[in-house]
Protein backbone atom coordinates (compact mmCIF):
# COMPACT_ATOMS: atom_id res chain seq x y z
CA UNK A 1 0.00 0.00 0.00
CA UNK A 2 1.32 3.78 -1.02
CA UNK A 3 2.01 5.66 1.93
CA UNK A 4 -0.81 8.11 0.39
CA UNK A 5 -3.06 5.37 0.69
CA UNK A 6 -2.34 4.80 3.95
CA UNK A 7 -2.91 8.57 4.67
CA UNK A 8 -6.57 8.22 3.39
CA UNK A 9 -7.49 5.18 5.50
CA UNK A 10 -6.31 6.64 8.76
CA UNK A 11 -5.29 10.12 9.19
CA UNK A 12 -8.76 11.48 7.15
CA UNK A 13 -11.65 8.61 8.35
CA UNK A 14 -10.26 9.41 12.19
CA UNK A 15 -10.56 13.26 11.32
CA UNK A 16 -13.83 12.08 9.35
CA UNK A 17 -15.09 10.16 12.69
CA UNK A 18 -13.79 12.54 15.33
CA UNK A 19 -16.05 15.32 13.16
CA UNK A 20 -18.63 13.22 13.56
CA UNK A 21 -18.60 12.83 17.48
CA UNK A 22 -18.23 16.37 17.28
CA UNK A 23 -21.08 16.87 15.48
CA UNK A 24 -23.20 14.62 17.69
CA UNK A 25 -21.99 16.35 20.93
CA UNK A 26 -23.00 19.88 19.22
CA UNK A 27 -26.16 18.51 18.27
CA UNK A 28 -27.19 17.06 21.58
CA UNK A 29 -26.04 19.69 23.38
CA UNK A 30 -28.53 22.31 21.77
CA UNK A 31 -31.57 19.48 21.66
CA UNK A 32 -31.06 16.93 24.13
CA UNK A 33 -30.98 13.44 24.17
CA UNK A 34 -34.81 13.41 24.16
CA UNK A 35 -35.00 15.36 20.58
CA UNK A 36 -31.87 13.70 19.03
CA UNK A 37 -33.77 9.59 19.68
CA UNK A 38 -36.67 11.67 17.79
CA UNK A 39 -37.39 12.27 13.87
CA UNK A 40 -35.77 15.68 14.43
CA UNK A 41 -38.33 17.30 12.38
CA UNK A 42 -37.99 20.43 14.40
CA UNK A 43 -34.30 20.78 13.82
CA UNK A 44 -33.39 23.55 12.00
CA UNK A 45 -32.01 23.46 8.61
CA UNK A 46 -29.35 24.95 8.18
CA UNK A 47 -28.73 24.47 11.51
CA UNK A 48 -27.52 27.60 13.35
CA UNK A 49 -23.86 28.26 15.05
CA UNK A 50 -21.84 25.42 16.21
CA UNK A 51 -23.61 22.39 15.15
CA UNK A 52 -24.05 24.30 11.86
CA UNK A 53 -20.65 24.79 11.18
CA UNK A 54 -20.09 21.34 12.00
CA UNK A 55 -22.68 19.79 9.12
CA UNK A 56 -20.55 22.26 7.00
CA UNK A 57 -17.18 20.96 8.19
CA UNK A 58 -17.80 17.55 7.09
CA UNK A 59 -19.76 18.23 4.17
CA UNK A 60 -16.50 19.86 2.59
CA UNK A 61 -14.57 17.62 4.19
CA UNK A 62 -16.04 14.56 2.03
CA UNK A 63 -16.43 16.98 -0.88
CA UNK A 64 -12.98 17.33 -0.99
CA UNK A 65 -11.92 13.63 -0.42
CA UNK A 66 -13.77 12.87 -3.75
CA UNK A 67 -10.39 14.91 -4.99
CA UNK A 68 -8.11 13.09 -2.49
CA UNK A 69 -9.23 9.43 -3.01
CA UNK A 70 -8.95 9.02 -6.72
CA UNK A 71 -5.42 10.56 -6.56
CA UNK A 72 -4.12 8.09 -3.58
CA UNK A 73 -5.68 5.17 -5.88
CA UNK A 74 -4.03 6.27 -8.75
CA UNK A 75 -0.37 6.15 -6.73
CA UNK A 76 -1.79 2.64 -5.94
CA UNK A 77 -2.70 1.36 -8.98
CA UNK A 78 0.12 3.26 -11.27
CA UNK A 79 3.01 2.31 -8.43
CA UNK A 80 3.92 5.63 -8.41
CA UNK A 81 4.68 7.17 -5.60
CA UNK A 82 6.99 9.67 -4.81
CA UNK A 83 8.00 13.40 -3.20
CA UNK A 84 5.38 14.56 -4.70
CA UNK A 85 2.44 12.69 -4.28
CA UNK A 86 3.80 11.77 -0.89
CA UNK A 87 3.99 15.37 -0.09
CA UNK A 88 1.46 16.44 -1.86
CA UNK A 89 -0.64 14.09 -0.10
CA UNK A 90 1.34 14.73 3.57
CA UNK A 91 -0.55 18.73 3.24
CA UNK A 92 -3.26 18.21 2.30
CA UNK A 93 -4.03 15.86 5.10
CA UNK A 94 -2.98 18.44 7.77
CA UNK A 95 -4.63 21.10 5.85
CA UNK A 96 -7.65 19.65 5.82
CA UNK A 97 -7.08 18.51 10.04
CA UNK A 98 -6.76 22.65 10.28
CA UNK A 99 -9.30 23.67 7.96
CA UNK A 100 -11.88 21.31 10.49
CA UNK A 101 -10.35 22.78 13.50
CA UNK A 102 -10.32 26.34 12.28
CA UNK A 103 -14.20 25.79 10.90
CA UNK A 104 -15.38 24.64 13.68
CA UNK A 105 -14.02 27.14 16.16
CA UNK A 106 -15.38 29.45 13.43
CA UNK A 107 -12.55 31.32 12.05
CA UNK A 108 -13.21 32.14 8.71
CA UNK A 109 -10.18 33.73 7.13
CA UNK A 110 -7.68 31.51 8.00
CA UNK A 111 -9.57 28.22 7.17
CA UNK A 112 -9.98 29.39 3.91
CA UNK A 113 -6.11 29.58 4.02
CA UNK A 114 -6.23 25.98 4.99
CA UNK A 115 -8.46 25.01 1.80
CA UNK A 116 -6.22 26.88 -0.58
CA UNK A 117 -3.27 24.88 1.20
CA UNK A 118 -4.78 21.15 0.57
CA UNK A 119 -5.73 22.59 -2.74
CA UNK A 120 -2.33 22.89 -3.31
CA UNK A 121 -1.52 19.29 -2.30
CA UNK A 122 -3.54 17.75 -4.81
CA UNK A 123 -1.86 19.60 -7.08
CA UNK A 124 1.53 18.48 -6.07
CA UNK A 125 0.00 15.22 -6.12
CA UNK A 126 -1.29 15.79 -10.06
CA UNK A 127 2.50 16.67 -10.88
CA UNK A 128 3.73 13.62 -9.13
CA UNK A 129 1.81 11.44 -11.07
CA UNK A 130 2.40 13.07 -14.34
CA UNK A 131 6.27 13.12 -13.84
CA UNK A 132 6.60 9.80 -11.98
CA UNK A 133 10.46 9.99 -11.92
Request: hydrophobic share 55%; aromatic share 6%; glycine share 12%.
Amino acid sequence: MTPELTMMLTALLLLAVLTNVVQMAALVASHGVGGMLRSRDNVPVPKPGFAGRTDRAIENLKENLLFFLPLCLMTAILGISNGWTVGGAQIFVAARAAHAVLYLIGVPGLRSVAFGVGTAGLVLMVIGLLNPA
